[in-house]
């Protein structure tokens, strides 16, 4: 079993920054993936980000490339999500979740484990 945290979730002007962090724990993450899924209200989960957690290859969605950096500190079990130029589209709750690879995987059927999920409202 993985345990999975989020935190860093807040409202942010459109043009503002947020980080988010994700906290694992309960087993060793070598052989896994660690990705950045959001959902909004009325419509399906979608991938966002993810990270390879021994090699570090990340991937990212086309809407959220050149403004979001996935990375990761192995010391300290966690994943982060730096948002910058967030944008009103980016309104969403935003979930950390694990999968058994040692590629990015980029669909959500892959994943094992899920976090609660944290809000992130970016006003206009």
């Known amino acids: 079993q993985v345990q999975l945290v989020e935190s860093g979730g807040g409202l942010v002007q459109a043009g503002g920054s947020l980080r988010l962090s994700c906290v694992a724990s309960g087993r060793t993450l070598s052989s896994y993936n660690m990705g950045w899924f959001r959902q909004a209200p009325g419509k399906e989960r979608e991938f966002v980000s993810a990270?390879?957690?021994?090699?570090?290859?990340?991937k990212y969605a086309d809407s959220v490339k050149g403004r979001f950096t996935i990375s990761r500190d192995t010391a300290k079990n966690t994943v982060y999500l730096q948002m910058n130029s967030l944008k009103p589209e980016d309104t969403a709750v935003y979930y950390c979740?694990?999968?058994?690879?040692?590629?990015?995987?980029?669909?959500?059927?892959?994943?094992?484990?899920w976090g609660q999920g944290t809000q992130v409202t970016v006003s206009s």
């Open positions: 979740a694990a999968a058994l690879s040692r590629i990015p995987v980029i669909t959500t059927y892959r994943y094992d484990y």
């Open positions: 990270i390879t957690w021994s090699g570090g290859i990340t």
